[in-house]
T-cell receptor, first 115, second 110 residues
């Protein structure tokens, strides 16, 4: 099973709302990632968790707050977002953060619209 | 961090072989070359990975010359369902080295 499950598939929120995106994998992977993808652009790395600890934050604004409750789950808490934050948010996991043959498995994403 | 260069777009017809070349002049000794496929509104999907020479799996082949400064993804006998964006990534596979370039938008025509 190489499945990464993201919920919800679609989300519409106002700029004052608080919402959360969820990601789950049961492959025993110890590294999990959040990416942001705008239309017709490549995915951009936001955060990396390795063994449930935040290891990389690519200078993401504080209105995005990641959380890794356990090795299978990854959340992205959203608060006071701006319309320009509307995008496809992708979660991925890999066996480990390191390793030259690291392969990432991606979920289908959450399509976020900020009004 | 090895920067990659790919054609922005390619067109092909059903049943043809498609070759997409990626240039990575600054590839490091420890870097692997990995290709992903992405359909609209879906996450990227791993296709193939290699270090040198040739790698083949059930969906594609990857050709890497001896100097490793480029690589070619070969898709045999494409179908309409192969219409997607193809990304070439070069790096050690983790975190800050996992940077997606602009990718190649492949359109397969009937």
């Amino acid at each position: 099973d190489t499945e990464v499950t993201q919920t919800p598939k679609h989300l519409v929120m106002g700029m004052t709302n608080k919402k959360s995106l969820k990601c789950e994998q049961h492959m025993g992977h110890r590294a999990m990632y959040w990416y942001k993808q705008k239309a017709k652009k490549p995915p951009e790395l936001m955060f990396v968790y390795s063994y449930e600890k935040l290891s990389i934050n690519e200078s993401v604004p504080s209105r995005f707050s990641p959380e890794c409750p356990n090795s299978s789950l990854l959340n992205l808490h959203l608060h006071a977002l701006q319309p320009e934050d509307s995008a496809l948010y992708l979660c991925a996991s890999s066996q480990d953060e390191g390793g030259v043959k690291n392969i990432q498995y991606f979920g289908a994403g959450t399509r976020l619209s900020v009004l | 961090l090895a920067k990659t260069t790919q054609p922005i777009s390619m067109d092909s017809y059903e049943g043809q072989e498609v070759n997409i070349t990626c240039s990575h002049n600054n590839i490091a000794t420890n870097d692997y070359i990995t290709w992903y496929q992405q359909f609209p509104s879906q996450g990227p999907r791993f296709i193939i990975q290699g270090y040198k020479t040739k790698v083949t799996n059930e969906v594609a082949s990857l050709f890497i010359p001896a100097d490793r400064k480029s690589s070619t993804l070969s898709l045999p006998r494409v179908s309409l369902s192969d219409t997607a964006v193809y990304y070439c990534l070069v790096g050690e596979g983790y975190g800050q080295n996992f940077v997606f370039g602009p990718g190649t938008r492949l359109s397969v025509l009937p």
